[in-house]
T-cell receptor
Framework: AQSVSQHNHHVILSEAASLELGCNYS??????LFWYVQYPGQHLQLLLK??????LVKGIKGFEAEFIKSKFSFNLRKPSVQWSDTAEYFC????????????FGQGTELSVKP | DTAVSQTPKYLVTQMGNDKSIKCEQN?????MYWYKQDSKKFLKIMFS???????INETVPNRFSPKSPDKAHLNLHINSLELGDSAVYFC?????????????FGDGTRLSIL
């Protein structure tokens, strides 16, 4: 069965530190990959997505992610975090032949200290 | 203008009751979804409708019944509520049921069962 694993449950960083959140998935076929962010008390918002092409994708607010097919990974990065990046981050995977069904990871809570 | 709106935002009720959550999207999307987020923030898909037709039905108790009167609305009715139903329920929509389309989420409905 498809699954998504996010390695870090809670990450605490100081402002200006670099961020990398891990995401690994298990699925043998073509995948569509997403990172969503949930700010406190708000709905999920799309940060970035990967379908095909350049494995390094850039999203909103300075975030980027790299798809490494051989490692089944789609890690999220940001060179310098801000206090406003404090939020819950979710990696999600869609199997290419599964319609719109998204499988989510368990989420990573990011706390950025000012 | 809220793209995906859910009502109510909070729902507190007793075990055994029947309740409904409404969802409406004004994005002109064809596909709508219901997700359940448990106390550990794990998100799991429950249902998906495309143009009023059920296309995804995960292993959800049959006490949960989605209803889509038109493609802009997807309501969730829950019979005989149980303690384990306490969660945040998110509605989402996408342009089509294809996996590459990003999903737009509502603000969630926090259901608490006493």
């Amino acid at each position: 069965a498809q699954s998504v694993s996010q390695h870090n449950h809670h990450v605490i960083l100081s402002e200006a530190a670099s961020l990398e959140l891990g995401c690994n998935y298990s699925y043998g076929g073509t995948v569509n990959l997403f990172w969503y962010v949930q700010y406190p008390g708000q709905h999920l918002q799309l940060l970035l997505k990967y379908f095909s092409g350049d494995p390094l994708v850039k999203g909103i607010k300075g975030f980027e992610a790299e798809f490494i097919k051989s490692k089944f990974s789609f890690n999220l990065r940001k060179p310098s975090v801000q206090w406003s990046d404090t939020a819950e981050y979710f990696c999600a995977v869609n199997g290419g032949n599964q319609g719109g069904k998204l499988i989510f990871g368990q989420g990573t809570e990011l706390s950025v200290k000012p | 203008d809220t793209a995906v709106s859910q009502t109510p935002k909070y729902l507190v009720t007793q075990m055994g009751n029947d309740k409904s959550i409404k969802c409406e999207q004004n994005l002109g999307h064809d596909t709508m979804y219901w997700y359940k987020q448990d106390s550990k923030k794990f998100l799991k898909i429950m249902f998906s409708y495309n143009n009023k037709e059920l296309i995804i039905n995960e292993t959800v108790p049959n006490r949960f019944s989605p209803k889509s009167p038109d493609k802009a609305h997807l309501n969730l009715h829950i019979n005989s509520l149980e303690l384990g139903d306490s969660a945040v329920y998110f509605c989402a929509s996408s342009r089509s049921g294809r996996g590459q389309q990003p999903q737009h989420f509502g603000d969630g409905t926090r259901l608490s069962i006493l």
